[in-house]
């Protein structure tokens, strides 16, 4: 059974600093990952979406990287802004079905 | 474009009765919706698959005949709790994949709706 970790579970970083979110997965036999925000009491939105064939997505100041065989995936948030402060939700989908596994998240605060 | 509404976003019901959600793809068209639970501080587990015009494929665990999924067109999913209790209390969002039946597409998530059973 797939098992996504994300830690830390809640972070406070400055403004403008640079920051990395982890995520782990069991089972490293997944079609993609994707990384979410949500806000509080939101639905999710999707931020970036790495096929398992790749090794890196980039949006704007977000870049999320994809190590498949150490089940390992990062989300690199640069020159932080109070706006980024949301919880960020990594999930894997295996092949041949559509379910994602979705991590505990990590609750990012951007301090003004 | 890819918008996903729900509705209601809040309910507040007695226990017993039961509730009603929709789901709502706005501009296209969804032969997958999702329906996912989640409990406070906690991650999202999800609860049923929904194929328009099929049954729904419900996870381990979850209750079909108290949790029914109706996906009766191309744009709309809904989930009703049946004899809700307040163990049932929770924030239920639904996500919708596009048509063209390609597995690689992302997910397009719904604003959720939050349940309070008193």
């Known amino acids: 059974k797939q098992e996504v970790t994300q830690i830390p579970a809640a972070l406070s970083v400055p403004e403008g600093e640079n920051l990395v979110l982890n995520c782990s997965f069991t089972d490293s036999a997944i079609y993609n990952l994707q990384w979410f925000r949500q806000d509080p009491g939101k639905g999710l939105t999707s931020l970036l979406l790495?096929?398992?064939?790749?090794r890196e997505q980039t949006s704007g100041r977000l870049n999320a990287s994809l190590d498949k065989s150490s089940g390992r995936s990062t989300l690199y948030i640069a020159a932080s802004q109070p706006g980024d402060s949301a919880t960020y939700l990594c999930?894997?989908?295996?092949?041949?079905?559509?379910?994602?596994?979705f991590g505990t998240g990590t609750r990012l605060t951007i301090i003004p | 474009g890819a918008v996903v509404s729900q509705h209601p976003s809040w309910v507040i019901c007695k226990s017993g009765t039961s509730v009603k959600i929709e789901c709502r793809s706005l501009d296209f068209q969804a032969t997958t919706m999702f329906w996912y639970r989640q409990f406070p501080k906690q991650s999202l587990m999800l609860m049923a698959t929904?194929?328009?015009?099929?049954?729904?494929?419900?996870e381990q665990g979850v209750e079909k005949d108290k949790f029914l999924i109706n996906h009766a067109s191309l744009t709309l999913s809904t989930l009703t709790v049946t004899s809700a209790h307040p163990e049932d209390s929770s924030f239920y969002i639904c996500?919708?994949?596009?048509?063209?039946?390609?597995?690689?597409?992302?997910?397009?998530f719904g604003p959720g709706t939050r349940l309070l059973v008193l």
């Open positions: 790495i096929q398992s064939s790749q």
């Open positions: 996500s919708a994949r596009g048509g063209s039946g390609r597995t690689d597409e992302t997910q397009y």
């Open positions: 999930a894997v989908s295996p092949f041949g079905n559509e379910k994602l596994t």
């Open positions: 929904s194929n328009e015009g099929s049954k729904a494929t419900y």
